[in-house]
């Protein structure tokens, strides 16, 4: 089955910066890759996904890039805002999302220092 | 414009006895997906159902169990419940089952 391995664990910037957080996939039919960040004691929310027909995706200051050839898939924030502070969550799925489900890696705990 | 439902919100039970958790999906969504997420861990899938049928299972045993019903909300069961089974349980939405996932606010089960 498919694997997901998300580094780094936990990540601290400086309110302005950017920040990046990396996963890699190990099913080369994998062909959607969603992100979702959940707040303490709340639901994930999906704050972007790219498919792999595609190999960048943007969305005001969040980005998403996909390099199949290598399975790995980043996640970039820009000018983070202490709003931004959460744990970050990639995940695959060779279905689209479907019938396999999500492969979740094990969360990126983001820090926006002010 | 109501988000995926679930309930209850928290749970306490002990070994051996049995749950039923729901889940209400969004207006128009035809597909449920379960999940688990240990504290400090990413969800793992459980099942997806769509248009009452069950259409995928993760690597779960068989007290694990779900159903889908005509409205499309759904239910999970878990039988004979163990200690590690404590953890958050999340429902997703789609439209179908190869769209974007939506979650619940989950059900904390907590067993003693």
């Known amino acids: 089955g498919e694997n997901v391995e998300q580094h780094p664990s936990t990540l601290s910037v400086q309110e302005g910066d950017s920040a990046v957080i990396k996963c890699t996939y190990s099913?080369?039919?994998?062909?959607?890759f969603p992100w979702y960040k959940q707040e303490l004691g709340k639901r994930p929310q999906l704050i972007i996904d790219i498919r792999s027909n595609v190999g960048e995706k943007k969305d005001q200051r969040i980005a998403v890039t996909l390099n199949k050839t290598a399975k790995h898939f980043s996640l970039h924030i820009t000018e983070t805002q202490p709003e931004d502070s959460a744990v970050y969550f990639c995940a695959a799925s060779s279905s689209g999302g479907g019938a396999d489900g999500l492969t979740f890696g094990k969360g990126t705990h983001l820090i926006i220092q002010p | 414009d109501a988000g995926v439902t679930q309930s209850p919100t928290h749970l306490i039970k002990t070994r051996g006895q049995h749950v039923t958790l729901r889940c209400s999906p969004i207006s128009g969504h035809k597909s449920v997906s379960w999940y688990q997420q240990v504290l400090g861990q990413g969800p793992q899938f459980i099942f997806q159902?769509?248009?009452?049928?069950?259409?995928g299972r993760g690597n779960f045993p068989d007290r694990f169990s779900a159903r889908q019903f005509p409205n499309y909300s759904s239910e999970l069961n878990v039988n004979a419940l163990l200690l590690g089974d404590s953890a958050l349980y999340l429902c997703a939405s789609s439209l179908a089952g190869g769209d974007e996932q939506f979650f619940g606010p989950g059900t904390r089960l907590t067993v003693l």
């Open positions: 099913d080369s039919a994998s062909n959607y």
């Open positions: 159902y769509y248009e009452k049928e069950e259409r």
